[in-house]
């Protein structure tokens, strides 16, 4: 078991630091403070962290750490920290290490028994959900899905029957194709695209999954949340017809529904599927 304290130890910090996501006014003081006092400041993007760091006037060395070259420049930080100085890392915007480079950098600076100090701040999943009018807990953050679409299917398989309130985000060239695989796995469940938060163009777009195709065309950084899965009560007295019905009215497909159905009665699907095949015939 290991056990620090941060601001009672006299070890060097790595500080990781919440930055704005469009609103420079959502920088908070202490985060100015320490941006100001760390000794060496590491970015995804310098570029980026130079113009928020011109705006508030702050002069400070900037070493690049983004997804390409995170593992080289490990040992970099390690040695700053070993040589007394204290240090920050910051993404282009927002949380550090939430869906940005920095985890393998915090475990290593952890396991080597220095100070990681997380600077509370902006971020745009937490306004998302909270803008989102849709249960806000449970929660479960999940990121980015593959850009692959097989891959992204088998994702949002895995995700089918989770009930809490699910949050993505999502690049603009692909929430069509995002949303129409959602409603092919989830069904027709409540979803918003919260778009732009804190800039001045900022927009809750919420509807259901089956309205993909209205989505008008996008610009700037997407949440998407979407509904949890909700337990919808056994029909025991319905015949297996009925039960799919049932479930496809509440907007399953077929075979989920049939899926489904089998989970609660403990039939084999293909049995499921062959009544519920020659009962529609014998309707017919």
């Known amino acids: 078991m290991l056990r620090n304290l941060n601001y009672q130890s006299n070890k060097s910090t790595l500080y990781l630091i919440a930055t704005p996501i469009g609103n420079l006014e959502d920088i908070t003081f202490r985060a100015l403070n320490i941006l100001k006092e760390v000794d060496k400041l590491y970015a995804e993007d310098t570029r980026v962290t130079q113009k928020l760091l011109a705006h508030f006037d702050i002069r400070k060395p900037l070493i690049s750490f983004h997804e390409h070259n995170s593992n080289m420049k490990i040992n970099d930080v390690l040695n700053d920290l070993e040589n007394g100085l204290n240090v920050g890392l910051v993404s282009d915007a927002g949380m550090p290490l939430v869906s940005d480079p920095g985890y393998d950098l915090v475990k290593v600076v952890i396991e080597n028994k220095f100070n990681v100090v997380s600077l509370p701040g902006a971020n745009a999943l937490l306004p998302a959900l909270t803008m989102s009018g849709i249960k806000t807990h449970p929660f479960l953050f999940y990121g980015f899905l593959d850009a692959k679409n097989k891959k992204r299917l088998e994702q949002l398989e895995e995700l089918e029957y989770q009930s809490a309130t699910l949050i993505f985000y999502e690049a603009i060239h692909r929430i069509k194709d995002t949303l129409k695989d959602m409603y092919e796995v989830f069904g027709d469940r409540d979803f918003v695209i919260a778009r732009e938060i804190t800039k001045a163009y900022e927009e809750i777009i919420k509807g259901k999954l089956s309205e993909y195709s209205n989505i008008p065309e996008l610009k700037g950084e997407l949440v998407v949340v979407i509904e949890g899965y909700k337990q919808i009560e ?34 084999p699907k293909n049995q499921i599927y062959q009544e519920y095949l020659k009962e529609k015939i014998d309707k017919e």
């Not at 799919?244 to 497909?253: N, Q, T």
């Open 234 to 267: 056994e029909k025991s007295n319905l015949s297996i017809t009925q039960q799919v019905d049932f479930f496809l009215e509440s907007g399953m497909k077929k075979t989920e529904a049939m899926k489904k159905v089998s989970s609660l009665t403990g039939i």
